[in-house]
């Protein structure tokens, strides 16, 4: 859960449109940010990251708009829960390819030890692969293949 914001939005954004209208002027610029956050009383170090955040959505100043960002963070989470995904699936595999005909079959499952070669599992393409047991390649085992 986030933080309760010290600051309410109304003032965040009058404070940063002025800010940024105290930056265009040349004359004013210099200290423009800590003069209005001492007239508003707000932190500057708070409003100048509200002016720069600002400025990069509307495209003044070049980096990631907010909602790139958020879109960024957001894959970066989906990638991370992926990679951990698969590396469980790869442990599972080698758990499984390692295990025993006997302790292959207390999981339900059959070794092929022919034609799709020792150690592997070959799944019923009838299904998609889908089935909870897999069964060795060849005709007649698989429900619906010849």
């Known amino acids: 859960m986030a933080a309760p914001r010290k600051y309410p939005d109304e003032l965040r954004e009058r404070a940063t449109r002025l800010a940024i209208e105290a930056r265009k002027d040349?004359?004013?610029?210099a200290g423009a940010i800590k003069r209005i956050a001492d007239q508003l009383d707000v932190h500057p170090e708070a409003l100048r990251g509200w002016v720069k955040r600002a400025e990069t959505?509307?495209?003044i100043v070049p980096g990631a708009t907010s909602t790139d960002a958020a879109r960024i963070a957001e894959l970066e989470r989906e990638v991370k829960e992926l990679r951990r995904a698969n590396a469980i699936l790869k442990s599972?595999?080698?758990?499984?390819?390692?295990m025993t005909e006997s302790e292959t079959r207390a999981y339900g499952g059959d070794r092929v030890t022919g034609t799709g070669g020792a150690g592997s599992f070959l799944c019923?393409?009838?299904d998609g692969?889908?089935?909870?047991?897999c069964r060795p390649a060849g005709p007649g085992l698989?429900?619906?293949v010849a």
Do not use: I, N
């Not at 040349?26 to 610029?29: E, K, N, T």
């Not at 599972?92 to 390692?98: D, H």
């Not at 692969?129 to 047991?133: E, I, P, Q, T």
């Open 26 to 29: 040349p004359a004013g610029r």
């Open 57 to 59: 959505d509307e495209g």
């Open 92 to 98: 599972a595999s080698a758990f499984f390819a390692s």
């Open 124 to 126: 019923c393409p009838s």
């Open 129 to 133: 692969g889908l089935s909870a047991m």
């Open 142 to 144: 698989c429900r619906g």
